[in-house]
C-alpha cells in the first residue's frame, strides 16, 4: 500500500441558509423558500430582526434580493441574486421569503454560524478537519479509512460506499466520460454554475438524460428507508454505470480505490449522523486530494456524495472548463485563456511548460502544471484557536482622542466589534473569555512607558459592558492628569475557559470521546498568555506601536530601557501586585495573565 496515497472529503451544506431558516419556521420540505438579504435602503434605517421577530416577508419583495435559493425553488427558475419578488413570480404565492435576521444595521449570521459550527464538530469525528467556510469543511480521512479496512468487514464497506456517485464511471454519449451538467456542478461555489447545477438535479433532469430514463434509474435502485431519512433533500441514486464499477469483483480493486471506498463510507455516516442529530443535509466529494474533492462534492447536489478514483480524473480534467478549478476562475484563468487559446484544464494540461512559463512565470507555471494534472500536495489544516482576540484603532495628529466622551465614542465602535467576535469563537470553540484588556498608545506614557500602556479587568461580555468596563479604565487612567491624549486604543479578549455545554450536547462530546473515529475536544487556554502565543490576525489589528513593542517582546528585547527581566515577568504575568497606579504597565504585560 502506498504511504502517499490520501482520502480527503468536501463536505458542503445544501442551501445552507434555506435549511436553517426551514428549520427555525418550520416550514414543510417541499415548500419552495428563499433567503433575502435585508433592504438596506429600509426607510427610518435597517431594523432589528432577531431570531424571535417575524421574519418572512410578505411585501416590500422587489427592494430584497436573495442571498440562498432552495432545491424547490430553483427548480422553477429562481436564482441566487434575483429580486425576492421574482421567486413570489416564478413559485407563486406559496413560497416563502424568510429575510436574513438584523442586528445593528447589519445582517446577523450568529445562527448561521451557529448551525454552521454544530454540523463541524459531528464532521470532526470523521478526522483531522478544515473549515473552509461557513458552510464547508475538508476532512482528511486517510487514518480513519485504513483503520476502517482494517477493522470492518469489506461487504458492509461496499453496501454503504455504493450509494455514492463515482464520478466519471459514465461515458456520456460516447464522447466523453462527464455529463455537462456535472462538470457545471463542479464550481458549486459559483453562484450561477450552482444554481444551474442543482436546478438541473432537483428537475432530475441532466443535458443527456430525459425525465422518464431518469424514473427507469429511481425505480430500478429504490430509496431505502435511511436514505429516505436524509432530508431536507433526497439523495439521487448513482448511475449504472457508478453501480456497476462498485459492483467489480474484489480482486479488481486497487488499494486507492478501497481506500476511497471506506472514505465513502465513512462520509455517508458522518454526513448521515448530520441528519439525524441536527436535521440537515450536505453533499460530498471524496478523492485523493483537496482540489479534487472541492471539485467533486458539487457534482451531485443535493444530499448526495460523489467519489473520484485517479483512474477517472484524468477524463474528468479533460473536459473540465479552466475557471472551474479553485485559483482559476478569475482574472488568471482568463489570462491563461486567452494568452494559451485554451478552454479545459486537460488542453492546459498538454501545454508545454515553456508556453506557460511564457504566461505566467516559473513559479506558476510549476503550479499550473500541477493542478492540470490533478495534483494539489494542500494539506488539511486543522484551525487552531486564537489565544486572544482583539480589536484596536490608531488617532493620529489632529484625530487624538481628548476627552472622555471621545473615547466613549470610539470604545462603543470597538466593543461591538469585540463583542461580536466573541460571540462567534463561542459558537466556533464552545469558550467565554474571563479578561479584558485596554491597550492605550498615548505621549503622556511617554516618559514612564515608551508610550503604550495597558490596563486589564474581569471580562463582562456584551458590547455596553465592555464598553463601560474599558471606559472606566480610561477613566482611571486619565484622572489625575491634565490635558491627555491618546493615539492608539485596542481592546481584547483572553483567558478563555470552556462553557459546559447543553445536555444534548453532553452527550455527544461524550460519544466524541469515545468515538475511535479521532475526537478533538476543546481545552481551555486559559494559561498565562505568551507574546509568542498571540494570533497573528489579532496582532495584526492591533495599533502598530503596540504590534511593534510585541515583536519586539518576542525576540526577547524589551523597547522600554533595556530591561530584559522585567519584560520577560511582565510577559508570564509575574508581576507582583495588581493593576494599581504606580505599577510599570508596560504594553508588553498586554496579553500577561490575570492577576
Ligand atoms: P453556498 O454553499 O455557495 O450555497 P448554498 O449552500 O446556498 O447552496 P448549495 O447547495 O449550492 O451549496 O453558500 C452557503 C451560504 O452562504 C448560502 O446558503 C448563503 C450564503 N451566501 C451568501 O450570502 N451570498 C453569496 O453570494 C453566496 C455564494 C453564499
Ligand atoms: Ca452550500
Ligand atoms: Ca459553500
Redesign the pocket.
Known sequence: MRADVRVVAHL?????????ERAAHGIDVNVPLV?A?YDPFERGGVRTRDQGARRILRDGLERHSL???S?EARARGVK??MRAIDARRLCGDGAVVVQ?PTRRSK?DLTA?RRAGAAVARILSRGGVMERA????AYLDLTANARRTLAETEWREVLATARKAHVAGAAPIGGKGFVSKASLRAGS????QA??E??AASTSGVTDEKTEKELEKETEAEPVDEEEERMRNYRPRPPDEASLAWWDREESAWGETEKLLAAGAYICHNLRKACVDELGYTL?AGIATNKMLAKLTS?MN??ASQTVLCPDHTEALLAELPIDRIRGLGAKFGRELVEGLDVKTIGELARTPIRKLEEICGEERAQWVRKVSLGQDDDPVKEREMPKSIGTGKTFRGALAIRSLESAKKWLAELAAELNDRCEDDRDEWNREPKLLTLGLSSPDELNTNSGHCSRRCPMRLGADEITQDALALISKWSSGRSDWSITGMSVSASNFVTLERESGDVAEMLKNAKSTTGSRLATPAASPIKADQIDASVLAELPEEIQREIRASMRGETSHRGNRAAAGSALLGKRKGGVGAGQKNSITSYFGKKT
Open positions: 458542503d451544506l445544501d442551501a445552507f441558509y434555506c435549511q436553517v433567503v438579504q442571498i440562498a435559493v432545491y441566487r441574486n436574513v445582517a448561521y467556510s461557513i458552510d464547508e458549486a461555489d459559483g453562484p450552482a444554481v447545477a442543482c453533499s458539487g447536489k443535493p
